[in-house]
C-alpha cells in the first residue's frame, strides 16, 4: 500500500468521462461475439473436446485483451491497467464457479452434448444480472462510504473461508436448492431429460424438464459468487465502465474456461491459497481507501499477477498426488477432436 498523497487520492477519487460512443461500442461489441458464438460456432449440440475448448479460451481471451488495449488507447494508461486488472481478478474467481458448474452438472447427470448449450443461456442471464448487481453497488459506494468496509469486509471472510475450505469440493448439494424447491411449487418438472429442451408435454401438459432446473440453479450459483466477485473488483476500480467492462469480459468467456481447465483444476494445487490471499489484498485495498491510502492502477496491476503467478507456479514446481494422478489418468484418455 502506499501513503496517501494529494495527488493520488484526487487520480483514484476522479471518475472516468467514457464517451457515450465507447458504451455504445462495447455492448454491440459483446452482443455481436454472442450472437456469433450462438449461431456459427455451436449451431447444434456436441460434446466440446480438449481441443476445441482451448480455441474457445484463446478466443475470448484475446477478445478481452482486444477491449483493454483499446480501453488503454482510448481512455489512458491508468485505466487500462485498472481494467486488466479486474479481468484478471475476476477470471481467476471463475475457477470457484467452474468447480460448481461440473458439480451440478454431475448430480443431475447432465449430458456432455447438452452441457454447452446450459452454459450459453446460464451465461447470458449472468451478463444481465451481473450488470443490474454492479449499478446497484457502485450506486450504494457513491451514496455512503462506509459500504467499502462492508465489501472489504465480505472479501476477507471469504478469503478466510477459501483457507480454511484447502482443496476440498465445495460444500453445495444442487438437489436441495431453496430454487429449485420454489420452482416445483410453480411448474412441475418431468422426471427425464427431452434432449436439449428447457420445456416438455407430458400427455399434454406442459412441463419443464431437468435441463431448465440446472439451468436455475447455474443462474443462482453465479449470483452468489457475483457477491465475493464485484466487491473484488471495485476494490481495484469504482469506475462504472471499467468494473462492468472487466466483468462482462470475463463472463462470457467462462463456458469456454469449463471445458478447457474442469479436468486439470486439480493441478493447480496453491490455485485456491493464492485466490485467497489475492482476495485478502484486495479486501485490504478497498477498506484503506476511505482513509485515503490508494495504490496506483499499475501497482495493482503487478501485484494480482504476481499472486496469481506465485500459486500457479509453485502448483507446477510442487504437484501433488492428486495432481499427478490426474495427469496419469488424462495420458491414458483418448483423444477426441
Not at 476445441?52 to 485505466?79: C, H, Q, Y
Not at 475450505?165 to 427425464?192: C, F, K, N, Q
Not at 478497498?286 to 509453485?314: D, F
Request: aromatic share 10%; hydrophobic share 55%.
Amino acid at each position: 500500500m502506499i501513503a496517501p498523497d494529494d495527488v493520488t487520492t484526487q487520480a483514484a477519487a476522479a471518475p472516468l468521462q467514457v464517451p457515450l460512443w465507447v458504451w455504445g461500442a462495447f455492448i454491440v461489441g459483446v452482443t455481436l461475439a454472442i450472437i456469433a458464438d450462438l449461431k456459427l460456432v455451436h449451431r447444434t449440440a456436441h460434446e466440446i473436446a480438449m481441443r476445441e475448448a482451448l480455441r474457445m479460451v484463446a478466443f475470448w481471451v484475446a477478445l478481452g485483451m482486444l477491449v483493454g488495449a483499446g480501453i488503454w488507447a482510448t481512455l489512458g494508461a491508468d485505466a487500462g491497467a485498472q481494467y486488466l486488472a479486474g479481468y484478471l481478478v475476476e477470471q481467476s474467481l471463475s475457477i470457484d464457479n467452474v468447480f460448481v458448474f461440473a458439480l451440478i452438472f454431475d448430480r443431475f447427470k447432465v449430458s456432455r452434448e447438452s452441457q454447452p448449450r446450459v452454459l450459453f443461456w446460464g451465461i447470458l442471464g449472468a451478463v444481465l444480472m451481473r450488470g443490474a448487481c454492479i449499478a446497484g453497488g457502485l450506486a450504494l459506494l457513491k451514496l455512503f462510504t462506509w459500504t467499502m468496509y462492508v465489501f472489504g469486509a465480505i472479501l476477507l471472510l471469504t478469503a478466510v473461508k477459501m483457507l480454511r475450505s484447502g482443496d476440498d469440493e465445495p460444500d453445495v448439494d444442487p438437489s436441495r436448492s431453496r430454487a429449485l424447491r420454489l420452482m416445483r411449487r410453480i411448474i412441475p418438472i418431468s422426471e427425464t431429460y427431452d434432449g436439449e429442451r428447457f420445456f416438455t408435454r407430458q400427455a399434454g401438459r406442459l412441463m419443464a424438464t431437468p435441463l431448465l432446473a440446472v439451468l436455475l440453479i447455474v443462474e443462482v450459483s453465479d449470483l452468489v459468487f457475483a457477491v465475493d466477485s464485484i466487491p473484488a473488483v471495485f476494490g481495484i476500480t469504482q469506475d462504472a465502465f471499467l468494473v462492468f467492462s472487466s466483468n462482462i469480459m470475463a463472463i462470457i468467456g467462462l463456458r469456454a474456461l469449463y471445458f478447457a481447465v474442469a479436468s486439470l483444476l486439480g493441478a493447480f494445487r496453491f490455485l485456491k491459497t493464492g485466490l485467497a490471499v489475492l482476495i485478502a489484498v484486495i479486501g485490504v485495498k478497498l477498506i484503506l481507501q476511505p482513509m485515503g491510502y490508494h495504490a496506483p492502477p499499475l501497482v495493482t496491476l503487478s501485484v494480482i499477477a504476481a499472486i496469481l503467478g506465485g500459486s500457479i507456479g509453485l502448483s507446477l514446481l510442487f504437484p501433488g498426488r492428486a495432481a499427478e494422478g490426474a495427469g496419469a489418468e488424462s495420458k491414458n484418455e483418448p483423444t477426441r477432436d
